[in-house]
Each structure stands twice: as structure tokens, then as C-alpha cells.
């Protein structure tokens, strides 16, 4: 697929800095909050493009937009359009700010109302998420769960080379990156030989997961086919899925994760477009058993993208406790939207579906503190000299990502969040 606003070449008059995630190749959208209000967003740099005002002055004039749907609170409106409008938006945005093109960059007193200092913007939760669902697609953590819960020679259940493995989580909880959260409460089961106790969880963690978006999708009844799906996702973020290891051992048998799952999950504030990351495309594992046709596919489904998650203590430095890819999935996007749907299920404008925890095939490739320490064998190191199992009450777990290709770094920024005391 050729998309004019992913040449590589392409250069905007706005200063990039070198390692930026924010080129002229992503314009990625979210919402921004200043003394003026709140809108709709994109951003190269370090600058955040006001939507609204590009629409008031007429930048946005001949696309299929109206000014309600900048001047909002989410980007829901704007993805009202589907995938031509936002694609259209998005070329715009591309011309308006690449060298060459004046119109915009001779305008100082324009240029003055469009562009915005990021640092001098709040960024709020992108999107309204009206359902939410999280696989279970990364074979590499299925396999260490497995392992260390069951049987390393029996570590995947039966079904799971067979469906992408999810659940429908809890889209109230899900906030914008810098959100604090408690530490959770519930039931936990010290020992077999034990009753359940009530209490803070003792064995808190992240996971480090990529969500995407959807448009509006078919109607109650229809399916979603692998081969449109794309059709129906508007774009990506990072999404850190806090887990109680403890609540979830005791409450998952016999329905699933609850309470382990449903006090808070963060993204990353900038959702970018799944036409930005085509050209880091790249082929999936082999899948063995063959799966049933309606989750077979062609071509390239699988995305490049570098993912990474640290932790600062309170107080202290910021050490990186994994590196993880998220081509390691075993099931794609495509999979997991058609398996969502064969059955009639409709989505939403503004639908959120995780990946679940991204394990890479080798230690420090691991998306959670569960596996890098190995249900707490093998503690990391801080340092300011103290240790961790899992995630300490004012800890900071930030997770960060980005695609590189042909000398052009397309990323997410980061999904940041301090872990207080249970109330």
C-alpha cells in the first residue's frame, strides 16, 4: 500500500529532533488541554498541531469534517469518518507541514495559533472506550505462565494454536498515561492448606501490551472478515495492563481474570495511525496446527515495533527491566478482530483491544515482572541498591515504543504511571 504521507523522504518545516518518535511520517492523533480548552490534536516534534484552529482558519477545507469534530474531548467524532476521512486528514496534514509548502510556514500569526509547545499542553485520555477486550497472543508468555503453573511439557492449553485467546475487560477503568494508581484490594489464597484472606495485593505487576482502536464496524449479526479488518482499525497506542498476580491465582477458576484486572489499565496518549506503521509490516510465525480458515490470512500482518519497560523507584534512577518486539505475537490484529466478530459480535467507534502481555523467545524479551523474575526467583536489581519481585508502592513503570525503517522512527512516546498505596 502506498500512502503519500509515509515517504521516507519527507521532511517538515517544523524542528524534528533526531531520535524523535513524532516525524512528519506519523502525525499521530490525540487531545489536548490548554487554558483555551480542550481538541482534537496531531504533533511533529515537540509541537502538537491544534486541529481546531487549522479547521477555523480553513486548512481543513474539502475534507469530510465539521468543527464539533475537533472541538471535542475525544477523537471519536473525527473516527466517525472512517478510514478514508482520517486517511485524507492525515495526507493533509502531511502537505500543510512538509518543506516546500508555504501557505501555513509564511504565516507567522497562523502559524502562531496552530502550533503548540507540548510541554505546554495536558494531554487527556484520546479516546472514549465503550468496550474493551484483551487477548492472551504472545505464544512466548503463554509458554512461561504455562510453565510456571502448570506443566513446562503441557504449558499451552488445548485451544490456545486454535482461537485468539480474550476476555472483555472493564473500559471505565482504562486512563491516559500519568494517571496515578492504588495498589488494589481483594480476596487472596496464601496456601492451599489456607482460607482466603481480604487484603492489598501483595504481587503487583504490569504488562506490557499494545492496544489498538476501531472504527465503527458491521452491524449485530456480521462479521468482520481478516481480509477487511484493517479497514476497521484506526490506530494503535501503548497499553500497560496492571495485573494483581495474587487476586487473579485465587479468582480466575472458574470465569476468568475480575477483580485482578479491573481497577486500571494506561495508554499511551497519542494514538497512531495503523497507515503510519504500514511500511514496518513485516511476516508472521508459522502457524502450526493450520488454523481454521476464517482466521487465515495473506500477506504481511505482523508490525515492527520495539518495545521496552522500565521501572524508577521512588526517589532513584530509572532502570529497564525488558526489551520486548511486538512481532513476536502469535496471533495479529487481523486474527483477533475476525475472531472477535465470526460470531456476530458488533464493534464500536472507539472500541479498545489489547494484545496481552508481548514475550519475546529469550530472557529480557519478557513483558511482565511475573516472568523477568520468574514468580520471584530471580529479583532485579535497582539502583539505588534495593530489589524488586514485583512492583513496589511508589514505583513508576514507564513503557515506551517506536518502529525504525529506512532511516524514519515512527513511536508511541510512552505510557508512564506511579503505583501508590491502596487507599
Known amino acids: 500500500m502506498t500512502i503519500a504521507a509515509n515517504d521516507p523522504n519527507l ?23 490548554t487554558s483555551e480548552g480542550t481538541r482534537v490534536a496531531s504533533r511533529i516534534g515537540d509541537k502538537a498541531i491544534d ?12 475534507l469530510p469534517f465539521q468543527r464539533s469534530d475537533f472541538e471535542t474531548d475525544a ?7 472512517g ?13 500543510l507541514f512538509s518543506e516546500g509548502y508555504e501557505d501555513l510556514a509564511k504565516n507567522d500569526h497562523h502559524v502562531q495559533q496552530v502550533l503548540i509547545d507540548v510541554n505546554e499542553a495536558e494531554m487527556v485520555m484520546p479516546v472514549k472506550v465503550g468496550d474493551y477486550t484483551d487477548f492472551y497472543s504472545s505464544e512466548q508468555h503463554a509458554y512461561n505462565v504455562g510453565c510456571m503453573f502448570r506443566d513446562p511439557n503441557n504449558a499451552l492449553l488445548p485451544n490456545w494454536k486454535h482461537i485468539p485467546v480474550g476476555y ?11 494517571t496515578p494508581v492504588h495498589r488494589p484490594k481483594g480476596q487472596q489464597k496464601p496456601s492451599e492448606d489456607e482460607p482466603p484472606v481480604f487484603g492489598p495485593c501483595k504481587l503487583f505487576d504490569f504488562e506490557l501490551e499494545m492496544g489498538f482502536v ?10 468482520i472478515s481478516t481480509e477487511e479488518a484493517e479497514d476497521y482499525i484506526f490506530g494503535m497506542c501503548l497499553f500497560n495492563d496492571w495485573s494483581a498476580r495474587d487476586i487473579q491465582k485465587w479468582e480466575y477458576v472458574p470465569l476468568g481474570p475480575f477483580l485482578a484486572k479491573n481497577f486500571a489499565s494506561h495508554v499511551s496518549p497519542w494514538i497512531v495511525t495503523l497507515d503510519a506503521l504500514e511500511p514496518f509490516r513485516v511476516s508472521g510465525p508459522v502457524q502450526d496446527p493450520k488454523v481454521l480458515p476464517y482466521l487465515e490470512y495473506s500477506g504481511d500482518k505482523h508490525l515492527d515495533i520495539n518495545l521496552e519497560v522500565s521501572i524508577t523507584p521512588e526517589n532513584s534512577e530509572e532502570k529497564v527491566v525488558g526489551n520486548s518486539n511486538y512481532k513476536f505475537m502469535y496471533w495479529n490484529m487481523n486474527q483477533q478482530l475476525a475472531h472477535h466478530t465470526v460470531n456476530g459480535c458488533n464493534i464500536k467507534n472507539g472500541d479498545m483491544m489489547a494484545s496481552g502481555t508481548i514475550s519475546g523467545p529469550e530472557e529480557g524479551q519478557y513483558g511482565s515482572m511475573l516472568e523477568i523474575s520468574w514468580k520471584g526467583t530471580k529479583p ?9 519481585k514485583f512492583i513496589l508502592d511508589n514505583d513508576t513503570v514507564i513503557m515506551r515504543g517506536y518502529s525504525e525503517k529506512n532511516g524514519v522512527r515512527v513511536g508511541f512516546g510512552e505510557v508512564s504511571a506511579k503505583l501508590l498505596p491502596a487507599k
Open 11 to 33: 521532511k517538515s518545516w517544523i524542528e524534528v529532533s533526531e531520535n524523535s518518535d513524532f516525524p512528519i511520517q506519523n502525525i499521530p492523533f490525540g487531545v489536548i488541554k
Open 51 to 62: 486541529l481546531l484552529a487549522l479547521f477555523v482558519l480553513g486548512y481543513l477545507d474539502n
Open 75 to 81: 477523537l471519536n467524532p473525527m473516527m466517525e469518518k
Open 83 to 95: 478510514k478514508q476521512g482520517t486517511r485524507a486528514l492525515r495526507n493533509r496534514l502531511s502537505k
Open 168 to 178: 472483555h475487560g472493564r473500559a471505565s477503568s482504562i486512563v491516559v498515561s500519568g
Open 214 to 223: 476501531t472504527y465503527e464496524g458491521k452491524p449485530l449479526g456480521d462479521s
Open 380 to 388: 532485579v536489581a535497582m539502583p539505588d541498591g534495593s530489589e524488586r
